[in-house]
C-alpha cells in the first residue's frame, strides 16, 4: 500500500517560529519521499490546526501523518484524536518535538536549530512510515478502591472515595487509624485540638456503609494492574470479639501487664490488652501477644474472667484476607527521627532533653500528663530550649527540609508562654513559615517574647562553669548574627526532630512497585505535573509517605488523589498502551534478562513453556527488555530495528547546506 504522508509543522506562536526557519522546514519537508503535502500553521492543536488535519486526510487520503511542535506529552492524544475523528487509524499519527529539542535549546543559533529540526522532520517520516495501525484495547476496572495507612491522609481519602458511593477498603496496620495526627496536642497555625478536628472524621470512618476497615492488617502482597489489582492482606487477631466487646474497659483495668506506651511515646504505661487511646476506630481493645502472659507461658486467664461480655478469645488466629481494586492508594506515612546518635545533644543521657512527639503527649489533654509540662522531677520549668532541625538539614543524616519543624517549634513557644510564661529560646536555622497563616503566628509567637537566636546548636551539657549554670541544662552554640559564642541555662531542652521515610518502606516498595527519591521518600510521576501519581499506572502515593508536609497540604493531596481515583474507577474500563513489546517465540530463550529488567513487572517467564510472556495490561512499551534481549526475540509494535535505523540514517545526514 502506497505510504502517503502529510506533515504539519507548529509556529507555537513564537516558541518554535521565533527560533528556527518554520518556512524552509516545511519546504524540505514538503521535499520528502512519501510526504504527499506538507503545511505550517500558527497554533497546529488548535481547532483550526486539527480541521486542516482533518480535511487533509479526507481530501488527499492520507494514511500517515507528522506533526511536528511540542511534546508528545502534551499534545499526541489530541492529534491522534483528530486523526481518528478523519477516520485514521489513531496508531498512524506521530510527532517529532521540535520545540523542545530545537528552537529552546538553540535559541541563540537560529540555523543550528533550522538544521535539527530538519533532521528531526526527516527521522519522523521514516518512523511513522513503518507504522502499523493498531487496535486500541480496554479492560474493564473493577469499582473499589484499595487505600493502606489510616492516618489524616487515608482517612480524608478514604472518606472523599466514599461519598462518591464506591467501595473503599482502608487498611491500616495499628489497631486503631488516627496514625500521627493522634498523637498530636494542637495543630499549627490556629491551635485548634488535633483530636477535635480528627474524632469526627474517624467516626465517618466507622459509620460510612461504604468503607469496610482492616485494622490491625497488612497488604502483603500486590498483583494485577490499573483497575484490576488483587491485593492480599494479613488480618492480625484481636483475641477480642469485637461482636461482643462493649469497650467497658474491665479487662485492661484486671490486666496485670505492663509495658511501655508507644502512643505516648513511652511517657506512661499500658496493660498488655489495651485500647491505643480514648477515641480509637475500632474502640475494641486488642491484646498484645508478645508482652500477653497467656501467650508466653500459657497460664493467665485474667482478662476473660473478668470479661462481663465473654468477648475475649484466645484462640483467635491470623487471618488472610484477598480483595480486588481498581485502583490503589498507599499513604503509609513517616517515621520521626531518632536523636540518639546525636550524642552531643544528650537525648537519652539527660532526663530532661526530650523530643518534639514527647513533648506532644506531654502537652495533649488526653497525654500521660493531662497537658501539664513537667520535668523529670515532677516541677514545672522556668526555662525552655527548642533546638530546630534536628536530624534534617544536616549532611549527617537528613539533607531535606521536614517542612513542619519551624511552625511546630513556634506552636510549643506559644504552649510554653501561654501556660507556663516561661523563657522560651528558639535555636533555629532559618525560619520557614511558608503556609497560609504561618508568618502572621510566628510574628504573633516573636510579639509575645520569645527569644530566638540563629545558629547551630553544638552541644547540650550538664557541667557547668558558673553558678547560674548550676543544675540547668546548658545549649551551648553560636549566635551566627551576633557573631558570638554562647551559653544558654535551662531546665528543658525539646529537640525537632525530622519527618523521615517509615522503616519498613523498602518492603512496601517492593509490595506496591514503587520507586523511591534519594531521601527514602515514595516517587511521584511528576512532581508538578502528577504529583500523587506513580510509575504504575492505576497506584497512587500521598501525604507524608510521599514526601513531608503538614496537615493542610496532606489533606488537600489525599483529596487530589481520591479524584484521580474517583475518576478511574467511574469510567468502567480503562485504555491499555497498545504499542507493547511481543515476544518472538520461535527464538525466545527463555533467559529471564527481560523479566529482570522490567519496571513495571510486564513480562515474566512461563515456566510451563520456558517462554517470556508479555502482560499487555502491564506493558508501557518502553523498550528495556527489548534492548536486553540476547537473541532479539522481544520487540517493541511499531518500532522495530528497521525503522529505527533508518530514522538514524536520515537523522546523522548533512543538512548545513539546506538550512543556510
Known sequence: ??????????????????????????????????????????????????????????????????????????????????CQAAGLNPHLCEMATIREYCSWVHSHDRQAATEKAMAMVAAGVRRVIYRDPLVTKYAPVNSNTLIVGGGIAGIQTALEVANSEHKVYLVEREPSIGGRMSQLGKTFPYLEPAIDILAPKMEQVADNEYIELLSYSEVTDLAGYIGNFKATINKKARCVDATKCDSCGICWEKCPVEVDNEFDRGLSKRKAIYRPFPEAVPNTPVIDREHCTRFLNGDCTICQEACPAKAIDYEQADEEVEIEAGAVIVATGYDTFDPTPIEQYGYGKYDNVITSPEFERMASANGPTDGNIVLKDGSTPKSVAIVHCVGSRDENYNQYCSRVCCMYSLKYASFLKETLDADVYQMYIDMRCFGKGHEEFYKQVSDAGVNFVRGKVAQITDIAINDEEKGKLIVVGEDTLLGTLIRIPVDMVILSVAMQPRADTDRIARVFLLGCSRDGFFLERHPKLDPVGTMLDGIFAVGCCQSPKDISDTVAQATG?????????????????????????????????????????????????????????????????TVNCPSKALQLKNFGPKQLLDMIDEATKEYAGLAS
Not at 481515583?565 to 485504555?575: C, F, N, Y
Not at 529482570?596 to 517467564?605: M, N, P, T
Open 561 to 625: 488523589a481520591a479524584a484521580r481515583a474517583i475518576e478511574l474507577i467511574s469510567k468502567g474500563r480503562v485504555e491499555m498502551e497498545a504499542a507493547t513489546a511481543s515476544v518472538d517465540t520461535e527464538i525466545c530463550s527463555g533467559c529471564g534478562y527481560c523479566e529482570a529488567v522490567c519496571a513495571y513487572s510486564a513480562i515474566e517467564v512461563d515456566p510451563k513453556i520456558n517462554l517470556a510472556v508479555v502482560n499487555e495490561a502491564l506493558c508501557k512499551g518502553c523498550g528495556a527488555c
Open 1 to 82: 500500500m502506497e505510504k502517503r504522508v502529510g506533515v504539519y509543522i507548529c509556529h507555537c506562536g513564537t516558541n518554535i517560529a521565533g527560533y528556527l526557519d518554520v518556512e524552509k522546514v516545511t519546504r524540505y519537508a514538503q521535499s520528502l519521499p512519501s510526504v504527499v503535502i506538507a503545511r505550517d500553521y500558527t497554533f497546529m492543536c488548535s481547532d483550526p490546526g486539527q480541521d486542516m488535519i482533518k480535511e487533509d486526510i479526507r481530501e488527499l487520503k492520507l494514511n500517515r501523518v507528522l506533526v511536528c511542535s511540542c511534546s508528545p506529552t502534551l499534545h499526541l492524544r489530541t492529534f491522534r484524536e483528530a
